[in-house]
């Protein structure tokens, strides 16, 4: 069956950096539009950033300039490059594909 597995998240600081990686089993998703989602507590979940099957990205206001998406096709992974993270990032951080979801990699940013 079809599984989305993330890793990468932790607990940083203001200002530092985290890679985050889902990996896909099941079949493959390269021509498919991926995304990340994240939730923080008491709030909605929210789309931080897609990357299409051509590449062609897209990010939410509050995360552009320092989150970087990507996919390497080859090893049927995307990942989320995050810099300068503040406490507003924390949250539940998913994955997400063709009606496909992660099981969710927390990331707290707290000093």
């Known amino acids: 069956q079809v599984q989305l597995v993330e890793s990468g998240g932790g607990l940083v600081q203001p200002g530092e950096s985290l890679r985050l990686s889902c990996v896909a089993s099941g079949r493959t998703f390269s021509g498919n539009t991926m995304a990340w989602h994240r939730q923080a507590p008491g709030k909605q979940r929210e789309l931080v950033a897609s990357?299409?099957?051509?590449?062609?990205?897209n990010y939410a206001a509050s995360v552009k300039g320092r989150f970087t998406i990507s996919r390497d096709n080859a090893k049927n992974t995307l990942y989320l490059q995050m810099n300068d993270l503040k406490p507003v990032d924390t949250g539940v951080y998913s994955c997400?594909?063709?009606?496909?979801w992660g099981q969710g990699t927390q990331v707290t940013v707290s000093s």
């Open positions: 997400y594909t063709m009606c496909y």
């Open positions: 990357i299409t099957g051509n590449l062609i990205t």
